[in-house]
Nanobody, 125 residues
């Protein structure tokens, strides 16, 4: 079992920045690829970004490419999502997730085994 806890959400003005953290505990963190998703009210959960277990490869949704950066520190058992140039449409609950195998379908929530409880991000105009 891996337990994931997100933090760093909050209220920010449009154009501002936030950094989300995802702290892992339980089993060893490093073998897991990590992903970030978000869910706005009335919408489906949306893929944001993913990073391999080594941190050597990342991928992003088009909606956040160039603005968000995913990273990880395996020594600290923590993954991060740096969010810059935030827009009101980025408002959502943000979730981190872990998967224990490589897949080309990394953008699907169903391939992730472990999930955090989510952290709210609100971007005001």
């Amino acid at each position: 079992q891996v337990q994931l806890v997100e933090s760093g959400g909050g209220l920010v003005q449009a154009g501002g920045s936030l950094r989300l953290s995802c702290a892992a505990s339980g089993r060893t963190f490093s073998p897991y690829a990590m992903g970030w998703f978000r869910q706005a009210p009335g919408k489906e959960r949306e893929f944001i970004a993913t990073i391999t277990w080594s941190g050597g490869s990342t991928d992003y949704a088009d909606s956040v490419k160039g603005r968000f950066t995913i990273s990880r520190d395996n020594a600290k058992n923590t993954a991060y999502l740096q969010m810059n140039s935030l827009k009101p449409e980025d408002t959502a609950v943000y979730y981190c997730a872990a998967r224990d195998y490589s897949t080309p379908f990394y953008y699907l929530a169903s391939v992730y085994r472990y999930w955090g409880q989510g952290t709210q991000v609100t971007v005001s105009t």
